[in-house]
């Protein structure tokens, strides 16, 4: 059967992706909390729309951002939808430019009714990223100078297990059971470059993430007409204690910079599969689309998240509260079956703000972003083929800080097969 071996291909490449773990990122933002993160709006159709998401229902996707719309799925099909990733950064202070590039398996998800009124959905996603290597250099005056380095890598995949339900007309609602796990690598390092006899101070710290956390979502359409509705969401994650270990290791040396040799000097402090906690913060959103069927959407969220109740092994990284606006619409010309392609493609637009969690030297890191997409649909066939690009600027170069302006590219793939049928006989 065509349903098994999908099934099978996406289970093979949901091992492979849990076996990649995550791929490196440059962003000197993410030595920060849990580094660079990535939210549950990834699909490359609502990224197209600015990451509208919290009142999107669409039965051609995927959308683990509100589990509630999972239920709008077709009755008799199997969904599949696999995405990836790329990026270009420029990294811009008052006196360098650098640039970096990405290129990754985004997410692998997949969707498939239950009963009339059940729908289920499971899928990897990102959650976050850590890459940079910074160095910072400060002369001492009849010393040698000094010179701190940090560095870092790794980060956090979620897998995710989503139910939707309808328990009266109109309304859904929903819940994302979600295996968070993965491993970041931090380390930082004070060393005297001029000086081979002082001696320098290195710390390394690995943190491995392995529990269970729920996020929640609700949505409800009101008709307008037989052709228009409203569609409202909300959306809700409470705070989580998820279990950690991590080993931490503090040492005296001498080298281990530039290609000098490290040599150990002494252990300072030693602590190897430290038992701890993470507290993942509470998060709050709210979503409304205003859509015509077959024709357009247009639609607008808000989204807020408490991190300042972070912790990390009783740490707070001075995280400061975060919130997110989204504005989006997407339009399919009128079309029938024999039309050309450019009336049958889907058209996206969208835009967003994001005040991160950073505020660094009494300045906020904020984001934007301004979208575009398409969607190319198959003749005879309900696979379609999404496009999106998103040009954007996170931070500042004030205040001796770093500006990243960013191209996004995101491709996605989406194949529905019939589930359940019956065959005809004349």
Request: charged residues 20%; proline residues 3%; glycine residues 10%.
């Amino acid at each position: 059967m065509r349903i098994s071996k999908i099934l099978i291909s996406f289970l093979l490449v949901l091992a492979s992706t849990i076996g990649l773990g995550q791929t490196g990122i440059n962003s000197p933002y993410s030595l920060f909390g849990l580094g660079e993160l990535s939210s549950s709006n990834v699909n490359t159709a609502v990224v197209g729309m600015g990451g509208l998401s919290i009142a999107i229902a669409d039965p051609t996707t995927i959308n683990p951002a509100n589990p509630a719309s999972y239920m709008i799925q077709d009755s008799s099909a199997f969904m599949f939808e696999v995405g990836i990733f790329g990026n270009s950064t420029t990294f811009k202070t008052t006196s360098e430019t650098e640039r970096g590039s990405d290129f990754t398996l985004n997410y692998v998800m997949a969707g498939f009714p239950v009963t009339k009124w059940y729908r289920m959905a499971i899928g990897v996603l990102p959650y976050s990223k850590i890459g940079y290597n910074i160095e910072t250099e400060i002369e001492v005056e009849n010393f040698s100078n000094v010179v701190h380095a940090f560095r870092g890598d790794g980060g956090l995949n979620q897998v995710f297990w989503g139910h939707s339900f309808r328990p009266v007309k109109n309304l859904r609602i929903g819940l994302n059971a979600t295996y968070l796990f993965g491993q970041t690598s931090r380390s930082s390092m004070v060393y005297f470059p001029d000086s081979t006899y002082i001696f320098g101070t290195k710390v390394d710290s690995r943190v491995k993430v392995s529990d269970i956390l729920f996020d929640y979502g609700v949505q409800y359409d009101w008709h307008l007409d037989e052709t228009r509705k409203v569609t409202f969401g909300l959306t809700y994650a409470n705070k989580f204690m998820i279990n950690a270990k991590r080993d931490y290791l503090s040492t005296t040396l001498l080298g281990g910079y530039g290609e000098l040799v490290e040599y150990v000097i002494d252990t300072i402090v030693y602590t190897p599969e430290e038992k701890g906690k993470l507290v993942m913060p509470q998060k709050l959103g709210v979503g409304f689309a205003y859509q015509k069927f077959d024709r357009w959407t247009i639609g607008a969220d808000f989204e807020w998240q408490n991190w300042e109740s972070y912790r990390s092994f009783g740490r707070n990284d001075s995280l400061t509260n975060s919130w997110r606006m989204a504005v989006g619409a997407q339009i399919q010309p009128k079309h029938t079956s024999i039309s050309s392609l450019f009336k049958r493609m889907t058209y996206r637009v969208g835009a967003r703000y994001n005040n991160s969690y950073l505020n660094l030297y009494d300045t906020q890191i904020s984001e934007y972003g301004i979208s575009f997409g398409v969607g190319f649909p198959m003749k005879k066939s309900k696979t379609g083929i999404d496009l999106s690009v998103e040009i954007g600027r996170r931070g500042t170069t004030k205040n001796n800080l770093i500006q990243e302006n960013f191209i996004n590219f995101s491709l996605g793939v989406s194949i529905q097969e019939i589930w359940f049928y019956k065959r005809q006989y004349q």
